[in-house]
């Protein structure tokens, strides 16, 4: 089983920053996608960012050029720094995680969701 645990949300002023976190532990053999999501009340879950083992990213277009998403292979954690922060930006945010795990006899593919944080931008 594969678990993911996220910090860093809370309460930012307009044009503010926050920096996301998520570690993922477990049975845990490769990570191949790391990505933020995030969901705002009535709306629908969208892509934040995302990035691969090799390092490509992929940003949604509301957040290009102001949220960079990184990872740290050996920690098995990805984070996404937000800049620039707009009060349409508050939702809950979720990590998402995809790969490969240890299970009885071999190997098997997992996809796993953190329990999201809350991110607030309010003056």
């Known amino acids: 089983q594969v678990q993911l645990v996220e910090s860093g949300g809370g309460l930012v002023q307009p044009g503010g920053s926050l920096r996301l976190s998520c570690a993922a532990s477990?049975?845990?053999?490769?990570?191949?996608?790391m990505g933020w999501y995030r969901q705002a009340p009535g709306k629908q879950r969208e892509l934040v960012a995302s990035i691969t083992s090799g390092g490509v990213t992929n940003y949604g277009d509301s957040v290009k050029g102001r949220f960079a998403i990184s990872r740290d292979n050996a920690k098995n954690t990805v984070y996404l720094q937000m800049n620039n922060l707009k009060p349409e930006e508050t939702a809950v945010y979720y990590c998402?995680?995809?790969?490969?795990?240890?299970?009885?006899?071999?190997?098997?593919?997992?996809?796993?969701w953190g329990q999201g944080t809350q991110v607030t931008v309010s003056s």
């Open positions: 477990g049975n845990i053999l490769s990570i191949n996608v």
């Open positions: 998402n995680v995809g790969g490969e795990r240890a299970i009885f006899g071999g190997r098997g593919v997992f996809g796993s």
